[in-house]
């Protein structure tokens, strides 16, 4: 008999993403592994018993003092993994959507000093203790909201020591939110107005001065470079992944966002884990990620908030066998805090089936930040991660847009119910 703390019974649908290959890619996106009339135990903060409900009487013994929630028919699928966010910023763009409105591009006003530029500026000035606690308030509303792993992206203080600071504030951020946190350097985020015209010399200072460092101090799973004209070269993206992989560091780019550009077509070359945005990567971009096994992280959401009149392109990427993560891209010029949102998104605009979008949001976007085997499925053994929705199928999640979740655990706690904005 094995014994939990914790059962959740009375589950109409179950998806547990636990069988198949990982990353998934084309029909295998589509396979969920679906329990009906399906129960969960947990012990210690980890799954104890998947599967049947019927079973569950005969297999597990509820300790005294442990719990049993019913989930009243409802859905309940692994806890989100949101596998590109940017969220340790200062400060807000809400007047840009005025420009954007009138016709002004994200890289018409990043030309003008503002957008990024001015949240680089709010950034570098900002208290340390200012932006912990405005990124802790958002990552408590992704997790209300279902996420319990995420990647944070460094890149709004664009010198060596600014993005060590912003990095080093992970570590804590993840103590405090109990979330599950993966570090990208983004140095390479855009050439500092300090470097203006000389955007060599920059990527030459984060190769020399700031990747040593990031490494030495653990700061950094990733290393990620924003490869578009007017921010990064083809040629020096190439040179500061390369140093960033010479020193252990996991790839990925920025690709193909704005124009078509050559940053997938990179992504491919180097065998980065993965290439992300991608609105205007080919057909032949296509081939060579899925020839690559480069995951696409797709960010359905950016597009709409750019007034951008593109779509993320999730159904040609699953078609042409890439394995597709989706995230949120949570920035101050998309500020988006919700996978459920982000879900309805990939259905509605990238055209992924409710099974993708849900294959794309966990057990692949978990692939992408180099956490398969830690998050982004339900199986005994690991981490009692998982989000209860109150509808009666996994459909549901994106077809509802906005749908909040009944509860949300992870490690087995019950995260707390969100709280209104502030930060
Ligand atoms: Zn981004």
Redesign the pocket.
């Given at each position: 008999m094995t014994r939990a703390d914790l059962v959740v019974t009375d589950i109409g649908e179950l998806a547990t993403l636990a069988t198949g290959p990982i990353p998934r890619v084309g029909s295998a996106m589509r396979e969920l592994g679906r329990i009906p009339r399906a129960a969960v135990a947990i012990d210690r903060g980890r799954f104890v018993y998947v599967g049947p409900e019927a079973r569950l009487k005969r297999e597990v013994h509820v300790r005294s003092g442990g719990a049993t929630w019913g989930a009243g028919g409802g859905t309940v699928v692994p806890g989100f993994v949101d596998p590109?966010t940017?969220v340790l910023f200062a400060g807000d763009r809400a007047a840009e959507i005025d420009l954007k409105i009138g016709g002004a591009s994200y890289l018409d006003i990043a030309g003008r000093g503002g957008g990024l530029f001015q949240t680089v500026r709010s950034t570098r000035r900002a208290s340390t203790a200012l932006l912990l606690r405005s990124a802790e308030a958002r990552l408590r509303r992704m997790a209300a909201m279902g996420t319990t792993a995420c990647e944070v992206?460094s890149g709004y203080a664009l010198t060596p020591a600014g993005e060590r600071r912003l990095l080093s504030l992970v570590p804590i951020l993840a103590r405090r939110t109990g979330l599950r946190l993966v570090p990208t350097f983004l140095g390479a985020h855009a050439v500092p107005p300090e470097y203006a015209d000389r955007p060599e010399a920059y990527v030459s200072a984060l190769v020399t001065d700031a990747l040593p460092l990031v490494v030495r101090h653990r700061l950094a799973d990733f290393c990620d470079a924003f490869c578009e004209p007017g921010f990064f070269s083809v040629e020096q993206t190439e040179r500061l992944l390369l140093a960033a992989r010479a020193l252990g560091l996991g790839l990925k780019v920025?690709a193909d966002e704005f124009v078509h550009s050559g940053g997938a077509e990179l992504a491919a070359r180097l065998g980065c884990r993965s290439a992300?945005?991608l609105l205007e990567s080919s057909e032949e971009d296509r081939r060579a990620l899925a020839s690559a096994g480069v995951t696409a992280v797709l960010?359905p959401v950016t597009p709409f908030a750019s007034f951008a009149h593109r779509s993320s392109p999730g159904r040609a990427m699953v078609d042409a066998g890439v394995p597709v993560a989706v995230g949120t891209?949570l920035?101050p010029n998309s500020w988006v805090e919700s996978m459920p949102l982000v879900l309805a998104h990939s259905v509605y605009g990238a055209h992924l089936t409710p099974g993708e979008a849900l294959t794309a949001a966990t057990v692949n976007s978990a692939h992408a930040i180099g956490l398969s085997g830690e998050a982004g499925t339900i199986a005994v053994g690991r981490s009692a991660d998982f989000v209860a929705f109150d509808v009666p199928s996994i459909e549901h999640i994106p077809y509802r847009f906005g749908l909040l979740p009944e509860r949300v655990y992870r490690r087995g706690i019950r995260v707390p119910p969100a709280r209104n904005p502030g930060s």
């Amino acid at each position: 008999m094995t014994r939990a703390d914790l059962v959740v019974t009375d589950i109409g649908e179950l998806a547990t993403l636990a069988t198949g290959p990982i990353p998934r890619v084309g029909s295998a996106m589509r396979e969920l592994g679906r329990i009906p009339r399906a129960a969960v135990a947990i012990d210690r903060g980890r799954f104890v018993y998947v599967g049947p409900e019927a079973r569950l009487k005969r297999e597990v013994h509820v300790r005294s003092g442990g719990a049993t929630w019913g989930a009243g028919g409802g859905t309940v699928v692994p806890g989100f993994v949101d596998p590109h966010t940017h969220v340790l910023f200062a400060g807000d763009r809400a007047a840009e959507i005025d420009l954007k409105i009138g016709g002004a591009s994200y890289l018409d006003i990043a030309g003008r000093g503002g957008g990024l530029f001015q949240t680089v500026r709010s950034t570098r000035r900002a208290s340390t203790a200012l932006l912990l606690r405005s990124a802790e308030a958002r990552l408590r509303r992704m997790a209300a909201m279902g996420t319990t792993a995420c990647e944070v992206k460094s890149g709004y203080a664009l010198t060596p020591a600014g993005e060590r600071r912003l990095l080093s504030l992970v570590p804590i951020l993840a103590r405090r939110t109990g979330l599950r946190l993966v570090p990208t350097f983004l140095g390479a985020h855009a050439v500092p107005p300090e470097y203006a015209d000389r955007p060599e010399a920059y990527v030459s200072a984060l190769v020399t001065d700031a990747l040593p460092l990031v490494v030495r101090h653990r700061l950094a799973d990733f290393c990620d470079a924003f490869c578009e004209p007017g921010f990064f070269s083809v040629e020096q993206t190439e040179r500061l992944l390369l140093a960033a992989r010479a020193l252990g560091l996991g790839l990925k780019v920025h690709a193909d966002e704005f124009v078509h550009s050559g940053g997938a077509e990179l992504a491919a070359r180097l065998g980065c884990r993965s290439a992300e945005h991608l609105l205007e990567s080919s057909e032949e971009d296509r081939r060579a990620l899925a020839s690559a096994g480069v995951t696409a992280v797709l960010l359905p959401v950016t597009p709409f908030a750019s007034f951008a009149h593109r779509s993320s392109p999730g159904r040609a990427m699953v078609d042409a066998g890439v394995p597709v993560a989706v995230g949120t891209d949570l920035s101050p010029n998309s500020w988006v805090e919700s996978m459920p949102l982000v879900l309805a998104h990939s259905v509605y605009g990238a055209h992924l089936t409710p099974g993708e979008a849900l294959t794309a949001a966990t057990v692949n976007s978990a692939h992408a930040i180099g956490l398969s085997g830690e998050a982004g499925t339900i199986a005994v053994g690991r981490s009692a991660d998982f989000v209860a929705f109150d509808v009666p199928s996994i459909e549901h999640i994106p077809y509802r847009f906005g749908l909040l979740p009944e509860r949300v655990y992870r490690r087995g706690i019950r995260v707390p119910p969100a709280r209104n904005p502030g930060s």
